[in-house]
């Protein structure tokens, strides 16, 4: 019991919260291999809805730790870049052929990419100290937000495959923007 207060612990209760985060994200993949969107989607948010909790658990009861910290990250990486990036390739991408095929995979790559630099450099200011009243650039959770709102224009016919794929490119570069979106 003294390991869920413990701030050395790999596995305090700040990381469990974070690795129920990772499960969830892990699910989700599971279920868009299966078209099984809508409940893909259910548990991306749930483990949204642990990410937030991470965090204040954290900070209550001062349990940050390094390993924590790229945990968050990892966590985030898979629930908030991989498993919405997956969702769009396989319920709007995979029907297409051609041009607009390598088109889809290039621009579903860049997002990955940026996503992971935006994790990545976040590591890098939080470490130093430098993470303060507002994000630098888009954060992820917010980015994944975005394309599942991408996603709800493409099934409600509000949105074409090309202008999907317009969207994931100006979220992705909005993930290492300048843009300042206040902390919480």
Request: glycine letters at 8%.
């Amino acid at each position: 019991m003294n390991a869920l207060f413990n701030p050395q612990s790999h596995f305090n209760l700040a990381n469990l919260f974070t690795m129920v985060n990772i499960t969830c994200g892990l699910i989700a993949t599971y279920l868009i291999t299966q078209s099984n969107f809508f409940y893909a989607i259910i548990f991306a948010w749930i483990g949204g809805a642990f990410d937030i909790f991470d965090g204040k658990i954290a900070r209550k009861y001062k349990l940050s730790n390094e390993f924590g910290i790229q945990l968050d990250s990892f966590a985030d990486f898979l629930s908030f870049v991989l498993v919405p990036v997956f969702l769009i390739f396989q319920a709007v991408y995979l029907h297409l052929e051609g041009v607009l095929a390598i088109l889809s995979g290039m621009v579903s790559i860049y997002y990955v990419i940026s996503g992971l630099r935006r994790l990545i450099q976040f590591n890098i200011n939080a470490e130093a100290g430098e993470v303060g009243k507002f994000f630098v650039g888009v954060p992820t959770p917010l980015g994944a937000i975005l394309l599942w709102l991408v996603y709800l224009g493409y099934i409600y016919q509000l949105l074409p495959t090309v202008a999907v794929m317009v969207a994931m490119l100006v979220i992705g570069w909005l993930l290492n923007s300048k843009v300042k979106v206040p902390h919480p």
